[in-house]
């Protein structure tokens, strides 16, 4: 596969670390020029996708099902979409509903203390 290699000398990280000059190799591959600038943030967003398929494999439960072909496993990452989402859409229907024992401002007072019985022997 043809693509070019993109050396970028980083002059400052937001984290501190042991060198002050770091060097970041980028790679592209596709019609046209290399462009540092997308590179740059496709390499940025790699963040981002990993930490999607985290939470789509251990909160979403993606890889509990053990599907044996790619439509199953279409069909179950849509199931899981559609599921998570209208749990998100649903979020503000329930936001604050009250039962009629707990509205905002009634409180009982610490429940009544009575002695312990005790048996004379």
């Keep these: 596969m043809r693509g070019t290699v993109i050396s970028v000398a980083v002059e400052h990280l937001p984290k501190p670390t042991a060198r002050a000059l770091k060097t970041l190799w980028l790679w592209w591959s596709g019609p046209g020029t290399s462009d540092p600038d997308?590179?740059?943030r496709a390499?940025?967003?790699r963040f981002d996708i990993e930490?999607?398929?985290r939470f789509v494999k251990h909160t979403l439960g993606w890889t509990t099902p053990?599907?044996?072909l790619p439509?199953?496993?279409?069909?179950?990452?849509w199931l899981v979409v559609a599921a998570y989402t209208q749990l998100r859409l649903a979020r503000g229907l329930?936001?604050?509903?009250?039962?009629p024992w707990e509205p905002k401002g009634s409180?009982?007072?610490p429940a009544a203390r009575y002695p312990a019985v005790?048996?004379?022997a």
Aim: contains cysteine; proline residues 0%.
């Design 43 to 45: 390499y940025i967003h």
């Design 118 to 120: 005790k048996k004379a």
């Design 71 to 77: 439509e199953q496993a279409d069909r179950w990452t």
């Design 38 to 40: 997308v590179c740059w």
């Design 94 to 99: 329930v936001a604050d509903c009250r039962l």
């Design 51 to 53: 930490h999607m398929l």
């Design 107 to 109: 409180r009982r007072g």
């Design 66 to 68: 053990r599907v044996r």
